[in-house]
C-alpha cells in the first residue's frame, strides 16, 4: 500500500507568517509522530498521536507550534509567526500501534523543507 | 535526558569493503534500539529493529549488535556496495513512555566505485 506522504514538498515563507504542514499517515496506523531535522542535527522529536488518547506534546519547542490529527488519521503541523530558526526538514512517521517502548517500526514520509527568510 | 552519539559523522570506503559504523547512548534502559537509512532529500528508512533482550539482529549485508550494559550498538555492513551510500541513524526510544525517539546525528557514508 501507499506509505506516508507529506505536503508540500517544500515551503518557502517570510518571516512572521503561519505555515501548514500536512501528513498522511499509512491506512491503518493509529500513532503517528512529528519531529525536526535542522542542518547538521539529529531529529528532534516533537509530538505524537496515539489513537484518541491526548498527545505528547513534550517536544514542541514554543507555543507558536501545534499540530491536530483529525479523525485519528491525517495530521496537520502549525507554526504561527514563523521565524529563521524554524527553517528545517519536518519529518512525520507512522507505526501500526504505537506500542510502548516503541517496539516497532516506524515508517517515515519524505518530509517537508522549510525555508523562512 | 538520553544521548546518543554516532561516529565517525563521516566514512568513505571502496567499494567491496566491510565497515562498522557505532552508536552509542547513555542511558543503558531502552526498550530496543533502530538503526536508520536517509537517502539525500528523502525521509527515513528502518533497517534493523533489536529488542532489548536481543544481543543482535541481521538482515542482508547488514548486522547489528546490542550491548546495553555499555550503551553500544554497531552497524556492520559486508561488502559495501556504492548504493549503500547514504546517511546512517541510530535510535532509540524515551525511556519512561517510549512515546518520543531519540537520534543521533548520523554517519553519513560514501562507498566509491
Known amino acids: 500500500g501507499a506509505g506516508v506522504s507529506q505536503s508540500p514538498s517544500n515551503k518557502v515563507t517570510e518571516k512572521g507568517k503561519d505555515v501548514e504542514l500536512r501528513c498522511d499517515p499509512i491506512?491503518?496506523?493509529?500513532?503517528l509522530y512529528w519531529y525536526r531535522q535542522s542542518l547538521g542535527q539529529g531529529l528532534e522529536f516533537l509530538i505524537y498521536?496515539?489513537?484518541?488518547?491526548?498527545?505528547?506534546k513534550s517536544g514542541l519547542p514554543s507555543d507558536r507550534f501545534s499540530a491536530e490529527r483529525t479523525g485519528g488519521s491525517v495530521s496537520t503541523l502549525t507554526i504561527q509567526r514563523t521565524q529563521q530558526e524554524d527553517s528545517a526538514v519536518y519529518l512525520c512517521?507512522?507505526?501500526?500501534?504505537?506500542?510502548?517502548?516503541?517496539?516497532?517500526?516506524?515508517?517515515f514520509g519524505p518530509g517537508t523543507r522549510l525555508l523562512v527568510l | 535526558k538520553q544521548e546518543v552519539t554516532q561516529i565517525p559523522a563521516a566514512l568513505s570506503v571502496p567499494e567491496g569493503e566491510n565497515l562498522v559504523l557505532n552508536c552509542s547512548f547513555t542511558?543503558?534502559?531502552?526498550?530496543?534500539l533502530q538503526w536508520f537509512r536517509q537517502d539525500p532529500g528523502k525521509g527515513l528508512t528502518s533497517l534493523l529493529l533489536?529488542?532489548?533482550?536481543?544481543r543482535e539482529q541481521t538482515s542482508g549485508r547488514l548486522n547489528a549488535s546490542l550491548d546495553k550494559s555499555s550503551g553500544r550498538s554497531t552497524l556492520y555492513i559486508a561488502a559495501s556496495q556504492p548504493g549503500d551510500s547514504a546517511t546512517y541513524l541510530c535510535?532509540?526510544?524515551?525511556?519512561?513512555?517510549?512515546?518520543?525517539?531519540?537520534f543521533g546525528t548520523g554517519t553519513s557514508l560514501t562507498v566509491i566505485p
Open positions: 512517521a507512522s507505526s501500526l500501534a504505537g506500542l510502548a517502548g516503541g517496539g516497532e517500526t516506524q515508517y
Open positions: 491506512s491503518g496506523h493509529t500513532a
Open positions: 498521536f496515539q489513537g484518541n488518547s491526548a498527545p505528547d
Open positions: 542511558d543503558s534502559a531502552i526498550y530496543n
Open positions: 533489536i529488542q532489548s533482550s536481543q
Open positions: 535510535a532509540v526510544p524515551e525511556s519512561n513512555t517510549g512515546n518520543q525517539f531519540y
